[in-house]
């Protein structure tokens, strides 16, 4: 059985479990997605979008 989660989701549960056992700040987390906001808009945003689909593919393959 395959089950497909969108990477956002799964993202959101790792910073949901940082800030709820980890003891990581809100304002830290929201502070790092700020970042990675800002970040899309730059000249990286290919490499690290190709990067991140390189990786999911890597984990998924069968």
Same mark, same amino acid.
């Given at each position: 059985m395959n089950v497909t989660l969108p990477l956002v989701v799964v993202l959101g549960a790792g910073v949901w /479990?940082?800030?709820?056992?980890?003891?990581i700040r809100l304002w830290v987390a929201a502070l790092i997605a700020l970042f990675g906001f800002y970040l899309s808009g730059t000249?990286?945003?290919?490499?690290?979008? =190709? /990067? #991140?689909?390189?990786?999911?593919?890597?984990? #998924? =393959?069968?």
């Open positions: /479990t940082a800030v709820k056992f980890l003891g000249f990286l945003a290919p490499v690290i979008d =190709q /990067t #991140t689909r390189s990786g999911v593919n890597a984990v #998924t =393959q069968k």
